[in-house]
């Protein structure tokens, strides 16, 4: 027996079979995808928080020493002391009085020591004296260099 198509017979209806396989695939997909999924651990990290201090926090203040060629030695373009003078005391005075002023404003005191090319390297050593008495460790240096 053979079975012939009728060209008029075209409507088949609606195919609930090829339906369903397609949607066991697609389950079997999320299936599949789900279990290869990593669970991300909880990390114990603290954000940064607020720091509380007993009154307001100004800017650094960078304090300049100068020391010239003759030995004259000047803060912030006031000369200090003589140029013989190897103690330093009014350099050493003002000195403990900033780093005080300083850590009662819980700020840093930075000092920078500009130096001029031909001052004499003592000269350099006192100015650290004098702020190793004063217990400021915040220095830097550089050369006074003509243009």
């Known amino acids: 027996m053979r079975l012939e198509l009728n060209p008029s017979d075209g409507n088949l209806g609606f195919q609930i079979a090829p339906m369903i396989d397609v949607v066991f695939v697609i389950m079997l997909f999320f299936m599949v995808m789900a279990g290869a999924v990593k669970i ?5 990290t603290q954000l940064p928080g607020r720091v509380e201090t007993s009154g307001p926090t100004d800017f650094v203040d960078e304090q300049i020493i100068t020391i010239s060629d003759t030995g004259e030695i000047a803060l912030n373009d006031e000369p200090f002391d003589s140029a013989a003078s190897k103690e330093l005391p009014q350099l050493k005075g003002t000195l403990m009085r900033l780093k005080q002023n300083a850590d009662a404003a819980k700020t840093p005191a930075v000092v920078t020591i ?20 004063a217990k400021i460790d915040n220095v830097t240096f550089t050369v006074n260099e003509e243009e």
């Open 40 to 44: 991300e651990n909880e990390l114990n």
């Open 114 to 133: 500009i130096s001029d090319t031909q001052a004499k390297y003592s000269r350099t050593i006192d100015v650290l004296d004098a702020l190793a008495v």
